[in-house]
């Protein structure tokens, strides 16, 4: 969900009473966005929300921009006809809820003893559900890989376990300048960048990710450690080249490869990766948050030390993860690429809040799957794109009038 709130600054004084007459009202009209309307209840419950998950800053303000991401998202699969039941919508919160390690019956007393109703927890799944049928309903023809692509990201990487490359990373958080102006930026950067120079004050400047205090510079990583989808987009490049902008969930990377070596590893076999993730709450972009991280990585030494530590924070607990490492989100699996056992960094999720990964193992396997995880890789990089750009289309094209 990202923040996107027009600031009056004309005529307050003027407006000053009629306006908090308005506010004082809870279903009074707040925003209204084509022919639906955002009301003041609404945006307080998600505040509420937003509270209870341990985001913080300018809470209403992201609170107003997720409300009218998700009216656009509801018109917009009221119209392609898509709809959902209550019991898809509960097994949603069933599905967020474990992510917390909670039961949806948990989490909503969680949010409940906090001030959230039980209704508007459900409407925040519901937008999210909705909007993921209908992307896949709208894209998912033209998302589909080929058995063309497959062979070629198999070709590249597929025998090339021995391999390690080295590269460069710029990532975009994409709700922190708003999802527009931050794939303009990517863009912009993907076709101006031709140095590594260039390339390494991009970073310095403009890069949310940890290797930003080394100019986006990585060591060098195995092939067999990075998403396939992705390192075979990095290793079809030349030296000095820039990929074009990849969705990596919340954010948008551009990569630049620097070189590519043999080496003398020749273990074959998809690499199954344990790791421990705890989310930091926090304004999105705060240096504050960035310490939080930063000291929780700093005060633990172990997998077992970091999932007694999660509880320092306002969202409790932690979550423990065992996945291929094809399977893993492209995000994450770059920062674990770049982590030996117990070793921990963060990244930017899709609250624009910070996640600390530790890897506990990364272990070998028969290989199993290969393919589809190729598959999957390239079509959900892609789905995010389609999904991210139809959102912008409906944002220039909506009429959205603040009360």
Known sequence: MKSLVLAVAAAILAWAAPVDAQRKNPYGVAVRVNDRVITNFEIDQRVVLLRAFGTTGNLEKTATEQLIEDRLRLQAARQAGITITDEEIEAGVDEFASRAKLTGEQLYQYVGQRGAAKESMQAFVRAGLLWRNLVQARFGGRASVSDDEIETTLNLIAGRKSQSILFSEIRLPLNQRGDEKTLELADQL?????????????????SRAPSRARSGRLDWLPVAQLPAALAGQIMALEPGEVTAPITLGPTVGLFQLRGIREDTNTDEGPVTLT??????????????????????????????????????????????????????????????????????????????????????????????GARENIRNGLFNQRMGGFGQGYLEELKADAVIEYK
Do not use: W
């Not at 993907?190 to 403009?206: D, L, P």
């Not at 979550?319 to 690429?337: F, I, M, Q, R, Y």
């Open 275 to 368: 790791y421990v993730s705890v989310n930091v709450p926090g304004e999105p972009g705060s240096d504050r948050m960035v310490s939080d991280a930063q000291g929780l990585i700093d005060d633990v030494d172990t997998c077992d030390d970091i999932r007694a530590q999660s509880e320092r924070f306002a969202v409790p607990g932690h979550t423990d993860h065992v996945a291929e490492a094809g399977n893993v989100p492209s995000v994450v699996a770059v920062e674990l690429a770049g982590l030996d056992r117990h070793e921990a960094s963060y990244y930017t999720n899709s609250a624009g809040t910070l996640t600390v990964v530790m890897l506990c193992d990364r272990l070998r396997e028969l290989p199993e």
């Open 190 to 206: 993907s076709k101006s960048i031709t140095t590594e120079g260039a390339f390494a004050a991009a970073a310095r400047r403009y």
